[in-house]
């Protein structure tokens, strides 16, 4: 059974949750391609699931941990777009740090092509990172 493409990107979120990323990394398009905010400290552009891959591991640079809550999914055609709620465990402390974000997501033929997240406060989620 093939699935929607809001099944496709909720199991992104649920098998990232289990830890299988290599399930994640197989709902990927080889032609990927992911745009953080250049102001981020694991800011730029990542292709493909390898660069999906290499965006973690500069996030995880900075978080100890990371948690993911999904507050609505809107489907449209190719496209999705999630609601998240983001909660961080900041590296070299125990404080962790809440934002929300919206991301965009793309598909093609039930694989990721795009994903932009879009965050409600870039500035305070660079300070807490940097602090």
């Excluded at 929607?4 to 032609?31: C, H, R, W």
């Excluded at 400290?41 to 390898?50: A, L, Q």
């Excluded at 999705?80 to 809440?98: A, C, N, T």
């Excluded at 694989?111 to 305070?124: G, N, Q, S």
Aim: charged content about 30%; proline content about 3%.
């Amino acid at each position: 059974m093939k699935l929607t493409n809001q099944q496709v990107i909720q199991s992104i979120y649920d098998t990232g949750k289990a830890g299988d990323f290599e399930t994640m990394l197989s709902l990927m398009d080889p032609e990927l391609v992911i745009e953080e905010a250049e102001s981020l400290p694991y800011g730029g552009t990542y292709h493909g699931p390898e660069g999906f891959r290499r965006l973690l591991a500069r996030v995880f640079e900075s978080v100890r941990s990371f948690h993911v809550e999904v507050d609505g999914m809107i489907a449209d055609g190719d496209q999705v777009i999630v609601m998240l709620r983001l909660k961080l465990g900041l590296k070299g402390s125990d404080r962790e740090f809440e934002t929300k974000v919206a991301e965009y997501w793309r598909l093609r033929d039930g694989k990721v092509i795009e994903l932009r997240p879009f965050y409600w406060d870039t500035a305070a989620l660079v300070s807490a990172l940097r602090s």
